[in-house]
């Protein structure tokens, strides 16, 4: 059983910074590409960006500039530096990874959700 537990959301003022972690779990065979998606209440959820296996980024343009994706790939984690934030950045932040667990096909996995507020 493969798992993603994603921490560090919460309350921070517009102007401020968070990081986002979500770790890997289980019985993986190989992790391909890690990313974070986001979803506003009444809104679909959207890529805000994603990191292959080789470091390769992409982001949403709305955040371009202001956020940070990267990965441990050692320790099966990707992290989100948020900077700069603003209100129309609040959200729940949803992990994402496309892992091989061992003896099953490659499939998409998602963590069950982070809090953030940007608020003052």
């Known amino acids: 059983q493969v798992q993603l537990v994603e921490s560090g959301g919460g309350l921070v003022q517009p102007g401020g910074s968070l990081r986002l972690s979500c770790a890997a779990s289980g019985s993986i065979a190989s992790i391909h590409a890690m990313g974070w998606y986001r979803q506003a209440p009444g809104k679909q959820r959207d890529l805000v960006a994603n990191i292959t296996s080789g470091g390769s980024t992409n982001y949403a343009d709305s955040v371009k500039g202001r956020f940070t994706i990267s990965r441990d790939n050692a320790k099966s984690t990707v992290y989100l530096q948020m900077n700069s934030l603003k209100p129309e950045d609040t959200a729940v932040y949803y992990c994402?990874?496309?892992?091989?667990?061992?003896?099953?096909?490659?499939?998409?996995?998602w963590g069950q959700g982070t809090q953030v507020t940007v608020s003052s």
């Open positions: 994402n990874a496309h892992i091989r667990p061992w003896n099953y096909a490659l499939s998409d996995y």
